[in-house]
């Protein structure tokens, strides 16, 4: 099975468990791999045939924007229901980094896979 990748997307978000992270925005940074077939997209040239990074992105931008989350986590539980369900994604691994989170590292966060790999 094929994978469509989007890295290190940036996005800003409200996700902190102190009082003061909630009150300010923070920026995560996103990978995603995701499970698809692009022979169809591939042999015709058709963006309608394959994961649309694009479109994908602009909705992971969307999600960010409006919702709010004390842990990163949810953050990533949640989006990744979100795009398995708009989008038909049959697996998907998706990483959330929270950069300067901790001292003396570059980032904190998760990586999750959801569905079965293909």
Request: glycine content about 4%.
């Amino acid at each position: 099975m094929d994978r469509v990748l989007i890295e290190a997307l940036g996005v800003e978000t409200v996700i902190g468990v102190y009082d003061w992270e909630r009150n300010i925005r923070q920026r995560l940074v996103l990978d995603l791999e995701m499970a698809t077939d692009i022979t169809s997209a591939a042999t015709t040239d058709d963006l309608d045939k394959t994961l649309n990074y694009a479109a994908i992105s602009e909705h992971i931008t969307r999600f960010a924007d409006s919702h709010s989350f004390s842990l990163v986590e949810t953050f990533a539980e949640r989006l990744c229901e979100t795009l398995r369900q708009e989008y038909d994604i049959e697996w998907l691994r998706l990483t959330v980094r929270k950069p300067g989170a901790i001292a003396n590292a570059d980032a904190v966060g998760v990586r999750i896979e959801r569905g079965k790999p293909l």
